[in-house]
């Protein structure tokens, strides 16, 4: 068995990775999460689950015999990184920080970690290669860090890491509990409660969405395949679609006629953004998943999530 460590399991890409690798039956997962924002009971059951910050040093002994450490655990809401840019910083850049130390002491094989497209808020380039940094939020900016720390920790000791650029994930487990949730989730909400979801700005920009079975295949590929390692990859699915396609699309598939209400746009949010995905595509990685199967799934899981009355 490959012994992997999660944190942010109880998260949406932490959880349906734990769950894609115990499927395989030839993994064993330990997941941490100070549960901030994840669900303990969307962790699965084949999870030894602890509950910790990974600021804490406390972590370093849940590391000993890990042989891959997939780092999610990150304050990622955009809005409440801008309100508080000392937690963020603390959490996404002084947490990972702690994250790359206990892997290096516990002499992992290899930390696969998250970026965010959102480093490329300031860039016009479209479709968007890895080479393009231009972060401006709080957010990107800590982000951005993880990339400079790991070159640091390969140069000094060695350690071997691959970074994920996340373009717009989506699928079930989708967090909908933030303050201003992923369009997916808050519209499929909204319409099948029979509410008028909002739209921030005109509904115009653009957004490449990627399916999370899609990401954890690449997430997969990542244990094996030396030629992810020391890179970074764009994961997204290398086509946008602008918010007003988005609510057509989901509308129809619920069959409701609601028309969204337009309110003023968030400030600092990119015009559009799409993926250059030739890198994972050099190493035989493509997105499968088609949009209307995984907005399919995504309504599937909102409705039972409505009828255990959770939302
Ligand atoms: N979902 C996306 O579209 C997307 C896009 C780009 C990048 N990312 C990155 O991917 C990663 C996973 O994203 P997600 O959508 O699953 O987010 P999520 O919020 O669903 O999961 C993050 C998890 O980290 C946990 N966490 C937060 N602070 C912690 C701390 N100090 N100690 C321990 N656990 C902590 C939270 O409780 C949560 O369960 C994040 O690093 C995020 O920045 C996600």
Redesign the pocket.
């Known amino acids: 068995m490959t012994n992997i460590l999660i944190?942010?399991?109880?998260?949406?890409?932490?959880s349906n990775l734990a769950d894609a690798l115990l499927k395989k039956n030839e993994f064993k997962v330990r997941g941490?999460?100070?549960?901030?924002?994840?669900i303990k009971d969307q962790i699965p059951s084949g999870v030894e689950f602890h509950k910790?910050?990974?600021?804490d040093k406390g972590i370093y002994p849940y590391f000993e015999n890990i042989d891959y450490v997939f780092h999610?655990?990150?304050?990622?809401s955009i809005i409440d990184c801008q309100n508080d840019p000392v937690e963020t910083s603390d959490?996404n850049v002084t947490?990972s920080l702690n994250v790359f130390e206990a892997s290096r002491r516990a002499g992992v094989k290899k930390v696969i970690y998250?970026?965010?497209?959102?480093i490329y808020e300031g860039s016009n380039l479209l479709p968007t290669p890895e080479t393009e940094l231009k972060p401006e939020s709080f957010y990107a900016v800590s982000?951005l860090s993880g990339m400079y720390f790991a070159e640091a920790y390969k140069r000094f000791y060695d350690l071997k890491t691959t970074a994920l650029r996340?373009?717009?994930?989506?699928g079930p487990r989708?967090?909908y509990r933030r303050t201003i949730p992923?369009v997916f989730s808050s519209f499929i909400i909204k319409l099948l409660k029979g509410e008028q979801p909002t739209i921030f700005g005109t509904g115009e920009k653009r957004r490449d969405f990627i399916y999370v079975d899609d990401i954890n295949d690449f997430h997969i590929q990542c244990i094996k395949d030396e030629r992810t390692t020391g890179k970074v990859f764009n994961l997204g699915s290398g086509v946008n679609y602008s918010i007003n396609e988005i609510y057509k699309m989901i509308s129809g598939l619920l069959g409701t006629s609601i028309e969204p209400k337009y309110l003023e746009d968030q400030k600092g949010e990119a015009l559009a953004n799409l993926a250059d995905i030739s890198e994972a595509k050099k190493v035989g990685w493509y997105p499968k998943t088609e949009l209307r199967e995984g907005l399919q799934n995504s309504i599937k899981f909102i409705k039972n999530e409505i009828s255990k009355g959770r939302v």
């Not at 941490?32 to 994840?38: K, R, V």
């Not at 999610?72 to 990622?76: G, I, S, T, V, Y």
């Not at 996340?166 to 989506?170: E, L």
Request: glycine share 12%; proline share 2%.
């Open positions: 944190t942010g399991v109880a998260g949406f890409i932490g941490i999460d100070n549960l901030a924002y994840g910790l910050d990974i600021r999610f655990a990150a304050k990622n959490i947490g998250a970026e965010s497209s959102a982000k996340y373009f717009c994930v989506y989708q967090d992923p």
